[in-house]
């Protein structure tokens, strides 16, 4: 008897390439990980999830402080993480305004653009800086993903690409992040493991030291100036040789993972279908940490300011940025607040994934540091005080997690930085706008 | 200098200001008492208060301006200040000069502004070391292979640079990840045209409906073979099919249609769409199309298109249900509707809420009655309610009996089983899916407007290739090749084919070592053992690679303060700047015989090139980019819901549109003022449909079409245009005042304030009265004023067209008022008469503004003040000669900053 009456509970859209496995003809195995489980202590991961467009108080803010501290609606979906969550508050953005605020978020500086040039400043943002230590024994040290891709023109006098990213590979490099998942899985996956891909990498390799010569050539006959420009393509040939050199000789390795996942490509182009696109990338994260082809890496929902439009969500009627300009209208801040809850409870779904990973000792979870949040509170007024931030997993007992740190009011962003990068035992007096750690963190 | 003036002759003030010009030292523009003197301590007096560092009104500090050199480099700002101090704007409220302080101040700022001596700033500019664009690198891997891959679509998209177009050099940097993708971008290309010339018989692979994944459609069987049935809007037919190489593929679809005779069918590959058919027959029938796909696994899905069925604008929106309907049905349930009786075990608890389950149940039943009748009677509503009605029901019907097996503990199914076996026929399965189909009927009328798209049956698809395609670029290395099964080359033939082909790449002649390094990687490979085919690869790959290739340098280092570019080096720029591609092999003979640095040579290239149909990829560009519409049909959509005929592919036809008719001006020389106004449009059918053209002609190829109404013709009439400059649900008058005064005469707006909120939705609606008055309320403020008072009329005099470009002459509510006044007191009742104030009074003011947006694109950098002459002289001989493109290019072409560069540091 058809029982097609039983209605469907989904409310949305489920691609169908979801379901639907691609067979893995071309995927090579995982060499590293065919090889017996050698012993080591599962390393510590550093990731970061960005929303744009702020949280508003109403929904965000949990109340009590300490151990003894109440969900809030936003945050509910986490409910069975909180053993694993530091919720924060009273940290500030230094920036002011959307572009400033988002590429503060990792750097804890507004950029600022270099006299007679087209160029910013911002610093180094935090995840590069860990991944310069963390990203020696992977092939990649630092995998930057995003959900829409650069903007255009321009936007209160700084280039919307300024405000496109939140990792900065150097001081002055935005690194712009990967939104086909396809791409980003051949760049784990596909491009650089197996004797199919050593043999590419040879090849690689010699036309990158034919590209180096010409390049030396040309480089006597171009003004100063213009050398200058090419600093960033040498270092591009230099990350590229590094990444050729671990291919041809994978490094020796502290530790593997224990498990290993089925690798699934992703069909090409960028999925049309927003909660697809975001299920992938969060799998793409997932499976680069798993594998331990990363231990570094990053999720934007949106760049900054975004032109998203999230009508899928129930009850949304119009675009994310227009949304978080609420003018304190009730049903706009309902709608804010609603699909605010929709981010927390897809990231719920990541964090979920991420417990699920056992590596022996403990969970993928409990052997990373996830930080989520957005760069400012309220985006009706672009609020930098008081910036939404959570950090989930114990940072391989680096963390303790289950609390409500409550920070002095005007605690400077570079803090929480400088804390991470102090855990992870990297060295660093100052950074951004801060000289100091978090106290109640340590 | 000397002084050729007869000076006795002529009268004081002039001989003032001829004494300025004679004895002023280069450099110095007239005496500083001019400006120093006189000017700055007005402005101190009337200004400063509100233009000084600290409360910088309109973004404007005056306070750094104290000699005529430091306004000539802001020029188009003190022309501003000018023309709003001259109008009296400026101040605007007391204390006011007495008016020879106004004299005074209009004339010394004209001077510094208008008798500029320009040879004293005399600069070609600097353009910064670039790589490719986006475009370039496309187009040059198409015209350098033969075929186009889409080659560069892995890269990141290029940003908007300060000059707001993508090929600005200040923007276009190699970093990060580009190096890994330019060589997996030329492998991939250079793979798909070896392996085509290997394996000219395509194979072909088909899906049959069977191996279909199906998300809300099914298969069916039909005796020994199946079919695929797709319906709704989002049902969804996916499979796999593993292709050989990248190249181009002819699809064909087996289909046909079931029970309306038109239903349309998109094709994804991998999330892209890749082209769709409109399925006619009831007969099945093969469909084919081109399109290009990828190596390997390809994920494809067939959806139904809801865009390519046609309009229905007479389906009503509020239908209410007849009385009688509504009686009879409840006659029908009260007789008849079924109802579960309690079992011996059920607790009392249980058997309370069965009633309520019972009650819930009557509802459905009586529902379906009347859903039966207005379906027999032909009466279908598409009423929002009853579809929000039948919805309620099943929701109270399911949790009713979710309750009830809670109480009971026993699984939901075991309930619900209960209500489908014992119900006497037709029972609750056929009640339910009878609503769920008539509602989803109903909702896709009332949503889309059109008639329900019916079913598509699909036996299986099909690709053969790769193919070749039709458009094969006859100079690239597809013609070139030897053929595979010949004995290989010898290496002279080899050293000249790689010489040819990155000769071409790098825009210049490759020198022996260059070539030799080039050659080696041919040399290894065939050491190695490798065929002829995989080792020329494996160097071509190298030369896609090399930077020459990837990077503009069109502008090396030399002696002296400013570089005369080379012919090649020219020959570079004009390629890209007229082609976003590589230069042919004439435009590299013209170079090699060094014919370009003259302006006869170049003028003439430049003239061959303007007729070539590669200028497509010039007019989409600029186009798009000066006019801001490249995000139409992408980040810009109207809301669907309140605008259904929209679609992408309406999207895509808006923006051709607007570029072909600017490729057709460009290529046949027509006056840059068709621009403004027409009398012909260049249309294909859909947009022909689109406009409501009287003689719509088949075919999705734009040609000229007469015009039908006065209002359109030119770029105001365009719907792309329209649509690009409004929100998802209304038009916005101030966006679109921007735009023309931006977009159209050039003008620079400071940026609003920060935080001003955006209008909510719905503004105006609501309060009933028209966008217009609500806006005038705004405009009543001062500081709003100030800007709105000039933005304002020139989206006012564009409200005919509505957010998707369609001509109205009223709003829901209220009628349109487009009537504006401008600031010379003129009144204009519309779009119709203002275009001929364009033309009479503003066609300099848009000739100058074209000419520096193309001059900016051609360059890849924005404009300097020291440009100004450049510009002045270029305008005035387009002016002259009948405002022309072929005139306007080839100044550009011929124009100092074109070719030359400045290599004085920047400060």
């Known amino acids: 008897m058809r029982k097609s009456w039983r209605i469907d509970r989904r409310t949305f859209l489920r691609g169908i390439g979801s379901t639907l496995a691609l067979p893995a003809l071309d995927i090579m195995e995982s060499e590293a990980a065919a090889a017996s489980a050698v012993k080591g202590t599962p390393p510590t991961r550093f990731v970061t999830i960005f929303q744009p467009n702020g949280f508003h108080s109403s929904g965000w803010d949990v109340n009590g402080v300490g151990k003894n501290f109440e969900l809030s609606r936003i945050l509910k979906p986490l409910q069975p993480f909180k053993k694993d969550m530091i919720v924060l508050s009273n940290i500030d953005n230094p920036g002011n305004g959307h572009i400033p605020n988002t590429a503060a978020f990792l750097t804890a500086a507004p950029p600022k653009r270099l006299p007679g040039s087209n160029t910013y400043r911002a610093g180094i943002s935090v995840d590069y800086l860990l991944a310069q230590k963390l990203g020696q024994e992977t092939l990649i040290p630092n995998l930057n993903l995003a959900l829409e891709p650069a903007g255009q023109g321009f936007d209160g006098g700084y280039p919307r690409s300024v405000g496109s990213t939140i990792s900065w590979s150097s001081e002055t490099t935005p690194v712009i992040p990967e939104v086909s998942p396809q791409v980003a899985f051949d760049n784990l996956f596909r491009r650089h493991v197996g004797p199919e891909a050593k043999m590419r990498a040879t090849k690689q390799k010699s036309v990158l030291d034919y590209v180096r010569g010409e390049m030396d050539d040309l480089n006597r006959k171009v003004s100063a100036m213009d050398r200058q420009r090419l600093d960033q393509y040498y270092a591009s040939i230099r990350d590229v040789e590094v990444k050729l050199e671990k291919t041809l000789n994978p490094p020796e390795k502290s530790w593997n993972p224990k498990t290993r996942p089925d690798l699934v490509r992703p069909p090409a182009g960028i999925p049309d279908d927003y909660p697809e696109h975001m299920r992938l990338m969060f799998e793409m994260l997932a499976l680069a940490l798993w594998t331990d082809t990363t231990r570094v890496g990053s999720l934007m929902f949106g760049i900054s300011q975004t032109t998203l439009s999230l009508n899928f969500i129930p009850g949304m009627n119009g675009s994310h940025h227009g949304v978080s300009h609420h003018r304190n209208v009730a049903s706009n801040l309902d709608q804010y607040n609603r699909l605010n809850l929709w981010f927390a409870t897809e990231f719920a779904k990541f964090i979920k994934q991420l417990d699920s990973i056992s ?76 000289k100091g750690l978090i106290s109640e963190l340590s | 200098m000397t002084c050729n003036f007869p000076c006795g002759i002529l009268n004081a003030t002039a001989l003032l200001v001829l004494a300025g010009l004679c004895f002023g030292a280069p450099g110095e523009l007239h005496g500083e008492t001019g400006f120093e003197e006189k000017v700055v301590p007005l402005l ?28 000539v480099k802001e020029r188009k700002l003190w022309l501003r200040v000018l023309h709003q101090i001259k109008s009296q704007e400026m101040p605007p409220e007391k204390p006011f000069p007495a008016p020879d302080e106004l004299a005074t101040l209009v004339d010394e700022i004209d001077r510094a502004v208008n008798d500029v001596d320009w040879s004293s700033f005399r600069n070609p500019g600097h353009v910064p070391l670039a790589r490719l664009s986006q475009l370039q690198y496309r187009n040059s891997i198409r015209d350098l292979l033969g075929i186009d891959f889409n080659a560069g679509v892995t890269l990141p998209r290029d940003p908007e640079g300060p000059s707001g177009f993508r090929n600005d050099r200040s923007s276009l940097l190699i970093n990060g990840s580009y190096l890994e993708k330019y060589y997996a971008e030329a492998q991939r290309a250079l793979d798909a045209i070896f392996y085509l010339k290997e394996n000219p018989s395509p194979r072909i692979q088909t899906i049959r409906a069977e191996e279909f994944k199906v998300f809300r459609a099914r298969i069916e069987k039909n005796g020994s073979s199946s079919v695929l049935v797709l319906a709704t809007p989002s049902s969804t037919g996916s499979g796999v099919v593993v292709l050989p190489e990248t190249g181009y593929y002819r699809i064909t679809i087996h289909a046909g249609t079931k029970p309306y005779p038109l239903t349309g069918l998109n094709l ?61 049905a409840l006659e029908i349930a009260e007789a008849t509707a079924p109802k579960l009786k309690p079992l011996p075990h059920y607790s009392p608890a249980a058997r309370k809420q069965l009633e309520t389950a019972n009650r819930t149940a009557f509802e459905i039943f009586e529902y379906y009655q009347l859903l039966k009748l207005l379906r027999e009677n032909d009466a279908v509503s598409d009423d929002e309610k009853v579809r929000g009605e039948w919805l309620g029901r099943r929701t109270r019907f399911r949790q009713a009996n979710m309750q009830l097996s809670a109480l009971l503990k026993v699984p939901d199914e075991d309930v619900f089983a209960r209500w489908t076996a014992e119900t006497i026929s037709p029972g609750f399965d056929e009640y339910m899916d009878f609503g769920n189909a008539y509602v989803e009927e109903a909702r896709f009328k009332y949503f889309y407007k059109r008639p329900f798209s019916g079913e598509v049956v699909v036996s299986r698809i099909a690709f053969e290739g790769p193919i070749e395609p039709e458009a094969i670029e006859p100079q690239g290395l597809y013609s070139d090749l030897p053929d595979p099964g010949t004995a290989p080359p010898g290496d002279a033939e080899i050293r000249a084919l790689i010489r040819k082909f990155s000769s071409r790449a ?52 030399g002696p002296g303060d400013e570089i005369r570019l080379s012919s090649h080096q020219l020959a570079g720029r004009l390629a890209n700047f007229l082609w976003a591609s590589v230069p042919d092999a004439a435009l590299l003979n013209a170079a090699d015989e060094d014919s370009l640095t003259s302006d006869v040579g170049i003028a003439e290239q430049t003239e061959r090139m303007r007729l070539s149909p590669k200028v497509r990829s010039f007019s989409e560009s600029f186009m798009s980019e000066w006019l801001d519409f490249a995000n139409l049909g992408g980040n810009i959509m109207p809301n669907i819901g309140r605008y259904p005929e929209f679609s992408r592919a309406l ?55 007469e015009k039908h109404e006065d209002h359109f013709g030119g770029l105001l009439g365009m719907a792309g245009l329209m649509t690009a400059t409004s929100p998802p649900t209304r038009t916005s008058p101030v966006k679109r005042g921007v735009w023309m005064l931006e977009k159209i005469f050039g003008e620079h707006l400071p940026p609003p304030p920060a935080n001003v909120p955006e209008l909510p939705p719905g503004t105006g609606e609501r309060a009933g009265i028209s966008l217009r008055e609500e806006l005038a309320k705004h405009r009543e403020q001062k ?38 006044t401008l600031e010379d007191g003129k009144t204009y009742q519309n779009v119709v008469d203002f275009k001929s104030y364009l033309l009479e009074e503003r066609r300099d003011d848009f000739l100058r503004n074209i000419t520096e947006q193309m001059l900016s694109y051609a360059l890849g950098r924005p404009l300097e003040f020291f440009d100004t002459p450049v510009v002045d002289e270029i305008a005035e001989q ?30």
């Not at chain 2, 409109?278 to 029938?285: A, G, K, L, S, T």
């Not at chain 2, 690869?537 to 340098?553: G, M, V």
């Not at chain 2, 000669?881 to 290019?889: A, Q, T």
């Open chain 2, 506 to 557: 790098f825009r210049r002649p490759i020198d022996e070592t260059q070539l030799d390094r080039l050659f080696d990687f041919y040399a290894t490979a065939r050491g190695e053992g490798a065929g002829f085919y995989p080792a020329l690869n494996d160097a071509l790959s190298a030369a896609l690679c090399s930077p020459e290739f990837l990077y503009r340098f069109d502008a090396l280092d």
């Open chain 2, 783 to 820: 500081e709003c004023a100030g800007c709105h008072d000039k933005i304002d009329n020139f989206g006012f005099v564009l409200e005919n067209f509505d957010p998707i470009g369609k001509w109205r002459t009223s709003t829901p509510e209220v009628p349109v008022d487009s009537t504006v």
């Open chain 2, 44 to 71: 101190a007096k009337y200004c400063y208060d509100c233009h000084d560092d600290l409360t910088t009104k309109g973004n404007l500090d005056l306070t750094p301006f104290l000699d005529p050199e430091s306004v």
């Open chain 2, 268 to 328: 994804y590959a991998g999330g892209n769409e890749v082209g769709s058919v409109i399925v006619e027959d009831p007969q099945m029938r093969d469909y084919t199309m081109t399109a290009l796909m990828e190596k390997g696994s390809n994920l494809i899905s067939l959806r139904t298109d809801v865009a390519a069925l046609p309009l229905r604008n007479d389906y009503r929106v509020e239908f209410p249900v007849p009385q009688n309907y509504i009686g009879e």
């Open chain 1, 359 to 434: 590596e022996g000792s403990g969970s993928l979870l409990d052997h990373s540091v996830v930080l989520f949040g957005s760069c400012m509170k309220d985006g009706n007024l672009h609020v930098p005080k008081d910036i939404p931030l959570v950090l989930f997993g114990k940072g391989g007992g680096k963390l303790t997690t289950g609390q409500h740190i409550r920070c002095k009011p005007g605690t400077p962003l570079g803090s929480l930085h400088l804390t991470l990068l102090d855990k992870f035992g990297v060295e660093a007096e100052s950074f951004g706008n801060s």
């Open chain 2, 651 to 705: 999207a895509e036809d808006m923006k051709k549109e607007t570029a072909r008719f600017f490729e057709h001006i460009v290529r046949e020389d027509r006056s840059l003022l068709e621009l403004l106004e027409s009398d012909y449009l260049l249309l294909n059918e859909r947009m022909a449909n689109y406009y409501g053209h009287p003689e719509p002609r088949k075919g999705s190829d734009f040609a000229i079409y």
């Open chain 2, 878 to 907: 387009v002016r002259k000669k009948g405002y022309r493109p072929s005139v306007l290019l080839g100044e550009i072409a011929k124009s100092y900053p074109f070719n030359f560069q400045s290599n004085l540091p920047i400060e």
